[in-house]
């Protein structure tokens, strides 16, 4: 069955540093979406990634579609503590909606 | 504000009763989606329906059962509550049943003591 690591679990950084989390999938995925949560909230939907190799930019954040849609990424620049939150990948091998772990983002300023 | 609506917002329980927990969609969207969250599980899929009917089933318990009705509202029944049952539930909507971005609710909190 569909199995999801997403890495770190945790992530401390001080503000202005750099983040990144990973998920990574057992099988191949028709696409992967990436959510936030905030402390507290509900997910909130970020961006969707379908085609293999794609990058996706929302001013801070880049997303990463591996090459072999097994995998992706979320990178953050220059954190800010807004950044604050739980980001998690769901990824979709066609009628099941996994949401991966996690990665707890916690932004000392 | 996402459009989704959830109540109750809280709930405390016994073990052993039944609860219902009451979702409105996004106006348009056809597909209702219902997840449970805890901390030592994450968040886990439980049950999709799209426009009335079960399109997509996840780690859902027998004891737990859920309907979308001609409205699009959706209701999720949790019954024989055990205390681990106690988590955040949140339903979702998206426009279509394929895949779609997902709008939470704010979720329930079902506390079981």
């Known amino acids: 069955g569909q199995q999801v690591m997403q890495i770190p679990q945790y992530q401390h950084v001080q503000e202005g540093e750099d983040f990144t989390t990973y998920c990574n999938s057992s099988?191949?995925?028709?696409?992967i979406q990436w959510y936030k949560q905030r402390p507290g909230g509900h997910p909130v939907f970020l961006i969707q990634?379908?085609?293999?190799?794609e990058v996706k930019k929302q001013k801070r954040l880049t997303f990463q579609f591996g090459e072999a849609k097994k995998n992706s990424s979320l990178h953050i620049t220059a954190t800010q503590t807004t950044d604050v939150g739980t980001y998690f990948c769901?990824?979709?091998?066609?009628?099941?909606?996994?949401f991966g772990t996690g990665t707890s983002l916690t932004v000392i300023p | 504000d996402s459009g989704v609506t959830q109540t109750p917002k809280h709930l405390i329980t016994a073990t052993g009763q039944r609860v219902t927990l009451r979702c409105s969609p996004r106006s348009g969207d056809l597909s209702v989606y219902w997840y449970q969250q805890s901390l030592d599980q994450g968040l886990q899929f439980l049950i999709q329906y799209y426009n009335g009917e079960e399109r997509a089933k996840g780690n859902i318990l027998e004891r737990f059962s859920a309907q979308q009705f001609p409205d699009l509202h959706s209701e999720l029944n949790l019954s024989s509550l055990e205390l681990g049952d106690s988590a955040l539930y949140f339903c979702?909507?998206?426009?279509?049943?394929?895949?779609?971005?997902?709008?939470f609710g704010p979720g329930t909190r079902l506390t079981v003591t």
């Open positions: 979702a909507s998206s426009a279509s049943g394929g895949a779609h971005e997902q709008y």
């Open positions: 769901a990824p979709n091998t066609g009628n099941q909606f996994y």
């Open positions: 099988t191949t995925l028709s696409n």
């Open positions: 990634l379908v085609k293999s190799g």
